[in-house]
C-alpha cells in the first residue's frame, strides 16, 4: 500500500499553493486524498484560470467537503498526515477550537488526535491576537504553523519560484523530497565564510 497523505484547500488567498502540492506530489509514490472548502472553490475562480475539475484530477482521491463520513476523517484510516494549504484565519480557529463542522477541519482534527504531522500554510496579514492565540493553541497540539514566507536568498525570478519553495519546504516537513529545489549549502546556492 502506497502511503497517503491529505491536502486540503481553504479559502484564503492563494490557491495556487494548493495546487503546486498537488503538482509536487502527483510524479511521487503517494496516495494524495484532496478536500477543498467551499471558499476555496470562490478562491480557485478568482485567482486563477484553472477549472475545478483540473485541480481535482491532480489527486488520487478527492472528498466533499460536507462528507463527514469519508475515509480522511476516521483515525482508522493512516495516512502520513495533512497539509493545509492555504490555511485561511476560519480554519485555523476552527482547528484550534476541534470544531469539526466540515470535512476539512475534521481530517485535521483527526490528523491531531492521532499525533500526526499537520502543517498549515496560514495566510494572513497583519495578525491579530485571536489569530495569534489560535497559532498557539494549534502548535500545543502538535500541529505546525508554516507561513508561506519566501526565501529571497534563493533570488526567485517568478511567483511560481516563490510557490514552489514554499511548498518544498512544506512538504519536507512530512519528509516528502521533491528534488527540485536548492538547499543552503547545497547544489548551486553557496555560502562561504
Known amino acids: 500500500m502506497k502511503p497517503r497523505i491529505i491536502i486540503?484547500?481553504?479559502?484564503?488567498?492563494?490557491?495556487?499553493?494548493?495546487?503546486?502540492?498537488?503538482?509536487?506530489?502527483?510524479?511521487?509514490?503517494?496516495?494524495v486524498h484532496l478536500v477543498v472548502s467551499k471558499g476555496a472553490e470562490k478562491t480557485c475562480e478568482l485567482e486563477t484560470d484553472l477549472r475545478l475539475?483540473?485541480?481535482?484530477?491532480?489527486?488520487?482521491?478527492?472528498?466533499?467537503?460536507?462528507?463527514l463520513g469519508a475515509a480522511i476523517s476516521s483515525g482508522s484510516f493512516?495516512?502520513?498526515?495533512?497539509?493545509?494549504?492555504?490555511?485561511?484565519?476560519r480554519t485555523l480557529g476552527a482547528i484550534a477550537?476541534?470544531?469539526?463542522?466540515?470535512?476539512?477541519?475534521?481530517?485535521?482534527?483527526?490528523?491531531l488526535k492521532e499525533r500526526r504531522r499537520l502543517v498549515?500554510?496560514?495566510?494572513?496579514?497583519?495578525?491579530?491576537?485571536?489569530?495569534?492565540?489560535?497559532?498557539?493553541?494549534?502548535?500545543?497540539?502538535?500541529?505546525?504553523?508554516?507561513?508561506?514566507?519566501?526565501?529571497?536568498?534563493?533570488r526567485p525570478q517568478t511567483a511560481d519560484d516563490i510557490i514552489t519553495h514554499s511548498v518544498n519546504r512544506a512538504l519536507d516537513l512530512f519528509d516528502i523530497n521533491v528534488d527540485n529545489i536548492p538547499r543552503w549549502g547545497e547544489g548551486s546556492l553557496r555560502h562561504d565564510d
Open 8 to 31: 486540503g484547500i481553504s479559502g484564503a488567498s492563494g490557491f495556487q499553493y494548493g495546487v503546486k502540492a498537488l503538482e509536487l506530489l502527483q510524479p511521487l509514490p503517494l496516495e
Open 53 to 67: 475539475d483540473e485541480v481535482m484530477a491532480m489527486a488520487d482521491v478527492v472528498h466533499p467537503i460536507g462528507n
Open 78 to 89: 493512516k495516512t502520513l498526515g495533512m497539509l493545509v494549504a492555504p490555511c485561511s484565519m
Open 97 to 111: 477550537h476541534c470544531l469539526t463542522d466540515n470535512l476539512l477541519t475534521r481530517a485535521a482534527d483527526v490528523v
Open 120 to 154: 498549515l500554510l496560514a495566510r494572513e496579514t497583519p495578525l491579530n491576537l485571536g489569530h495569534i492565540r489560535n497559532m498557539t493553541a494549534v502548535t500545543e497540539m502538535g500541529g505546525i504553523i508554516f507561513p508561506p514566507v519566501p526565501a529571497l536568498y534563493q
